[in-house]
């Protein structure tokens, strides 16, 4: 027995994938959606409101803020670019949504995945590469108080 899919379902699958092809044009409108949709705005508001519980600006919004959270998590571009690629024109404001919804800056989200790349190149570096980092902080280490005692001397 074939999966079908109701209309609801049709007809929410149909606005995602209109946001989704227009993600980085920062003026796709809501009246455009309704355009790609085949309903007037308010039609479209009414069941947007109805089906999911958002109107169509702040689900243009969300679909934006969860693509940007993929760009950032996988590291693939700066936070202005990020932005940009998702249809916000003002970085600044882009930071400022993003926080609001993610309780958590697109810089610092940015930062924590770099950390786990770079967590990641550092644990899997073989032991001779540890033992060679662990030397040379020794011999920095006992050059820099070497200095310090002929300095004050």
Known sequence: MESHQSMDEQFIEKVEQAI????????FTVEQLARNVGLSRSM???????????????????KRLARARELLQNNE?????????????????????????????????????QNREN????????????????????AYGSSLTLALLIYSI
Request: charged fraction near 25%; charge should be positive; aromatic fraction near 10%.
């Open 20 to 27: 989704a092809q227009n993600l980085d044009n920062e003026t």
């Open 44 to 62: 479209l508001h009414r069941k947007l409101v109805r089906l999911t519980g958002t109107n169509a600006s702040e689900m243009i919004s969300h």
């Open 77 to 113: 571009a700066t936070v202005a670019e990020t932005a940009y690629r998702v249809g916000f024109k003002n970085p600044s404001y882009f930071n400022k949504a993003f926080k609001r919804r993610y309780n958590i800056s697109p810089g610092e989200l940015r930062r924590r995945a």
């Open 119 to 138: 967590s990641i190149v550092t644990t899997s570096a073989p032991n001779f590469v540890k033992k060679h980092r662990k030397r040379m902080r020794y």
